[in-house]
């Protein structure tokens, strides 16, 4: 059974740095590009960024290009998602999301995690 | 920027359908992804590349699309699909979700 556990999340002020880590079991990691998906309180869903399998290509919204940074670990079956420069408009609860297949562009959010709140204030 | 527009609500009775709209540009050009979100959980995905359902998702969720607008499905409604759901596609290295339908069963 897919399973991924995300974690990190917090309160951080205006101008803080949070890393999210999401941790993938029940499958093989380096098989799959994984995404990030975040959802402000009452709101929609909002993409934020993507990553190949091996890492080489990734992918991001507008709103958080050049802020935030996604990387991955396959020996450690771990996603990463490091938060520079928060803004109080990133405050949501943020899902890591398993690809089905290698490739990061064009993939869908095949299984979702619990999710991890950040607030920033 | 891509947009994909839904109606914000769609009510149904038990038993019934619900139809839930998507509406895009060239949409006919691209797959398009339904996920059902339920009040304090995680998304699921029900719908993937317009109209294949994921093992495990009830044969009463349908998927469909027809020029610029696609269209989820739920024949035979019951209670416990009573959620929001969003339609996705992936436009110019960016992955788009739609505003999103709440689903009421009344």
């Known amino acids: 059974e897919v399973q991924l556990l995300e974690s990190g999340g917090g309160l951080v002020q205006p101008g803080g740095s949070l890393r999210l880590s999401c941790a993938a079991s029940?499958?093989?990691?380096?098989?799959?590009?994984m995404y990030w998906v975040r959802q402000a309180p009452g709101k929609g869903l909002e993409w934020v960024s993507a990553?190949?399998?091996?890492?080489?290509?990734?992918y991001y919204a507008d709103s958080v290009k050049g802020r935030f940074t996604v990387s991955r670990d396959n020996s450690k079956n771990t996603l990463y998602l490091q938060m520079n420069t928060l803004r109080t408009e990133d405050t949501a609860v943020y899902y890591c999301?398993?690809?089905?297949?290698?490739?990061?562009?064009?993939?869908?959010?095949?299984?979702w995690g619990q999710g991890s709140q950040v607030s920033v204030s | 920027s891509y947009e994909l527009t839904q109606p914000p609500s769609v009510s149904v009775s038990p038993g019934q359908t619900a139809s839930i709209t998507c509406s895009g540009d060239?949409?006919?050009?691209?797959?398009l992804y339904w996920y059902q979100q339920k009040p304090g959980q995680s998304p699921v995905l029900v719908i993937y590349?317009?109209?294949k359902r994921p093992s495990g998702i009830p044969e009463r969720f349908s998927g469909s699309k027809s020029g610029n607008t696609a269209t989820l499905t739920i024949s035979g409604t019951q209670a416990m699909d009573e959620a929001d759901y969003y339609c996705?596609?992936?436009?110019?290295?960016?992955?788009?979700f739609g505003t999103g339908t709440k689903v009421t069963v009344l």
């Open positions: 999301a398993k690809g089905e297949g290698t490739a990061a562009a064009g993939g869908y959010f095949q299984n």
């Open positions: 029940g499958f093989t990691l380096s098989n799959y590009a």
């Open positions: 990553i190949s399998f091996s890492g080489g290509s990734t």
């Open positions: 060239k949409l006919g050009h691209r797959f």
């Open positions: 590349q317009d109209y």
């Open positions: 996705q596609a992936w436009d110019t290295s960016t992955f788009v």
